[in-house]
């Protein structure tokens, strides 16, 4: 028996494996000392360890089974997965709106290839037709791929590129935008087009998936669709991030791009407007507005697009006893901007006085935000915080850090000129800086008191 028939495996698992003429593909039911587990045996990918079993359970979930624990593993059987993405052509009707699907490298429609551990992109019309055939009740969509990335590498050259696109498809006539995007840094994204892309005409919306459409707990699907269905059929023209509302496929949410925030590192319902609520909640039937102060879609094709950014800012997370030498280092880097998430009301310690006034004297641009994300820079309340914005330091309203950021990037972009900056930092563009936060703004249920629970218990089963 060749070792392509245990493909992956190595080691302690490969042992295994061989121990009980096991192969991959194999149905099998593995007795471990805390229990039996049923399922397919899957291969293992390059990068996997040499001490676990991976099997596809009955449920569609996969699992490590740790190979010290396996008793005894039963063969029932063998099923060998030939996996493609149905395609069939993606129908045109006249009378539908047409919506252009802008991929960045997300896997919003994606499966993975369990005979080669890679992930398979369904993304032409045909294939996502195929994937999710309810597309077609919504619109005419058409597909084109601009990146093929992870989200932690999309940057300033993927930012310009998307804009740009966008850009382009509104003057062919695209009647709403969808571009398709890893969550983890989506919300750095949807901030930087809300300054890139201003004026738009139609709905631009960022989509991605928490859970692959492997799994049945998958939101990629729906996900999709409340995205498709926001760009085709709604009338809020902004830059917005469509994703599960609660933890049910019950509705997705249509969060405003500088008000947003990736807040769970794998809950479906992972995204929370801050500070803020959601512009409108979105389902497979209709779009129901939570708010009536959102730009509306128009007949035009008018629009800004506006790519100057410059990379040489940081965002530094303030914490006790940071040192001189980080925001040194910055300095000395040619940095020429720097958002600082500082603690409560906007303050840092004073050791950082001095590399602070250095930062000044270099003409380099310093922002204060706020790491507790909810709540106003208010810098004048402490001696702390008055001392800092004599030492140039300008408070930067409510805005969210990570917004803080590429805005100070897309500012530097238009100049240099400190006071220019300033005036383009503290002029909101997309609802990135607000008068006041609503007092259902902030809400965080702490689990375990009672009427929290009660609460929960109506809508959670």
């Known amino acids: 028996m060749t070792d392509e028939s245990y493909k992956g495996y190595r080691g302690q698992a490969l042992s295994t494996l061989k121990n009980f003429e096991a192969l991959v593909w194999s149905d099998v039911e593995i007795k471990t000392a805390t229990g039996q587990h049923i399922g397919i045996i899957l291969p293992r990918s390059e990068n996997g360890d040499d001490k676990h079993i991976v099997i596809k359970l009955r449920s569609g979930y996969n699992v490590g089974i740790a190979c010290e624990k396996v008793e005894d593993i039963h063969i029932n059987g063998r099923k060998e997965a030939h996996y493609q993405i149905p395609e069939k052509a993606f129908p045109f009707d006249p009378k539908k709106p047409n919506v252009k699907l802008l991929g960045t490298g997300g896997t919003i429609a994606s499966r ?128 917005m991030v469509c994703m599960f509302g609660p933890t049910s496929d019950i509705y997705g949410l249509l969060h405003q791009g500088t008000r947003v925030r990736k807040m769970h590192s794998s809950y479906r319902s992972t995204f929370r407007t801050i500070g803020e609520i959601p512009i409108a909640m979105v389902d497979r039937q209709k779009i129901t507005p939570l708010r009536n102060d959102y730009r509306k879609r128009r007949d035009d094709r008018n629009v800004i697009i506006n790519t100057a950014f410059d990379d040489r800012v940081a965002i530094v997370y303030y914490y006790p006893n940071m040192k001189a030498d980080i925001i040194d280092s910055l300095i000395d880097n040619g940095y020429k901007g720097i958002v600082i998430a500082g603690t409560g009301l906007g303050h840092v310690n004073k050791p950082l006085y001095p590399a602070l006034k250095r930062a000044q004297d270099k003409g380099i641009a310093v922002y204060m935000t706020v790491q507790t994300l909810w709540g106003y820079v208010q810098m004048y309340v402490y001696d702390t915080g008055r001392d800092l914005m004599d030492l140039g330091i300008v408070p930067a309203g409510n805005m969210l850090p990570e917004v803080a950021y590429v805005k100070l990037g897309w500012a530097l972009g238009q100049s240099q000129d400190l006071e220019k900056v300033k005036e383009i930092m503290l002029t909101p563009i997309a609802n990135e800086i607000t008068d006041r936060e609503p007092s259902n703004g902030y809400l965080i249920f702490q689990g375990g008191i009672p009427e929290v629970e009660d609460f929960i218990s109506r809508y959670q089963k």
Not at 119 to 135: K, M, Q, T
Not at 140 to 158: A, I, R, W
Not at 201 to 214: K, L, T
Request: proline share 5%.
């Open 112 to 239: 993975l290839d369990y005979r080669t551990g890679a992930v398979i992109p369904a993304f032409s019309p045909g294939e996502l037709y195929g994937s999710v055939p309810e597309l077609a009740d919504i619109c005419n969509l058409q597909t084109e791929k601009l990146y093929g990335v992870f989200s932690e590498n999309m940057g300033p050259d993927q930012w310009r590129g998307t804009a740009e696109a966008i850009g382009r498809e509104i003057q062919n006539g695209a009647q709403g935008i969808v571009i398709g995007h890893g969550t983890d840094t989506m919300h750095h994204t949807s901030a930087i087009l809300s300054f890139m892309v201003q004026n738009s005409p139609v709905p631009i919306v960022m989509v991605g998936s928490q859970r692959s459409s492997d799994r049945p707990s998958s939101d990629a699907a729906l996900n999709l669709m409340h995205s498709v269905k926001t760009a085709a059929d709604s009338d809020i023209a902004e830059v």
